[in-house]
């Protein structure tokens, strides 16, 4: 262990009179541009937790090659949800083959507009992940 000393030496005298510090607001175009990694509120879909069950129930394609291959699991993805709610860079973490991949990316892709996160009430471009579940019956 190593022991540093730091002397700092600082002479301010009575009669010397410190300004107020002022803070700027941040530039609004900026801001309202600015890739937050964790917001927040993160990005969600619809109103309520079941409303992305219903949209890949409705959406989501089991893939035959993956359905001849009693292929089973969880596709793992990564996105961004920009400040307007659109789906971008949508990529998979960890899959499982079989077209259960590509399957996933394209659903996540058709997906309408998410809400997107917030900072400080306003909303931001975040990232997201999220796992999609294969399951034969």
């Given at each position: 262990e190593e022991e540093i000393e730091i002397q700092i030496d600082v002479e301010i005298t009575e009669e010397q009179i410190i300004e107020d510090v002022v803070f700027e607001e941040p530039d609004e175009e900026i801001a309202e541009e600015a890739f937050v990694p964790v917001p927040e509120i993160m990005a969600s879909f619809g109103e309520d937790s079941?409303?992305?069950?219903?949209?890949?129930?409705?959406?989501?394609?089991?893939?035959?090659?993956?359905?001849?291959?009693?292929?089973?699991?969880?596709?793992?993805?990564?996105?961004?949800?920009?400040?307007?709610?659109?789906?971008?860079?949508?990529?998979?973490?960890?899959?499982?083959?079989?077209?259960?991949?590509?399957?996933?990316?394209?659903?996540?892709?058709?997906?309408?507009?998410?809400?997107?996160?917030?900072?400080?009430?306003?909303?931001?471009?975040?990232?997201?992940?999220i796992s999609i579940v294969f399951r034969l019956k």
């Open positions: 079941q409303d992305w069950a219903k949209f890949l129930k409705k959406n989501l394609k089991y893939p035959r090659s993956a359905q001849r291959m009693a292929i089973e699991g969880k596709v793992f993805l990564r996105f961004i949800v920009d400040k307007n709610g659109a789906v971008s860079d949508v990529t998979v973490t960890r899959g499982i083959g079989g077209g259960c991949d590509e399957e996933a990316m394209r659903v996540l892709k058709k997906s309408p507009r998410w809400n997107p996160g917030k900072q400080r009430g306003r909303p931001v471009k975040s990232p997201m992940a």
